[in-house]
């Protein structure tokens, strides 16, 4: 089992910065790749961005140049940092973890609100 705990979240104006941090604790051994993902209200979860215990990256399009995934794999951490922010980039926003044979793993999710 993997818990993960998230810190970060908040409430910014439009074209400000926040950074989100996750924490992985327990079976994290198994960890392939850790992630973002987010949940808008009425809209299904969608990936933000995601890297693997190499460091290989993938972004969704929209974010793209304004948000940089990074992970301490020492002490088992991965931050978002998100520049730049929209409006529509308010969500709540989890942290991902994916085991072998696809098992994920998901934090209990941090809000952020980006206001006009």
């Known amino acids: 089992q993997v818990q993960l705990v998230e810190s970060g979240g908040g409430l910014v104006q439009a074209g400000g910065s926040l950074r989100l941090s996750c924490a992985a604790s327990?079976?994290?051994?198994?960890?392939?790749?850790m992630g973002w993902y987010r949940q808008a209200p009425g809209k299904q979860r969608e990936l933000v961005a995601t890297i693997t215990r190499g460091g290989t990256t993938n972004y969704a399009y929209s974010v793209k140049g304004r948000f940089a995934i990074s992970r301490d794999n020492a002490k088992n951490t991965v931050t978002l940092q998100m520049n730049s922010l929209k409006p529509e980039d308010t969500a709540v926003y989890y942290c991902?973890?994916?085991?072998?044979?696809?098992?994920?793993?998901w934090g209990q999710g941090t809000q952020v609100t980006v206001s006009p």
């Open positions: 327990g079976s994290i051994f198994g960890i392939v790749a």
């Open positions: 991902n973890a994916q085991l072998p044979l696809n098992i994920q793993h």
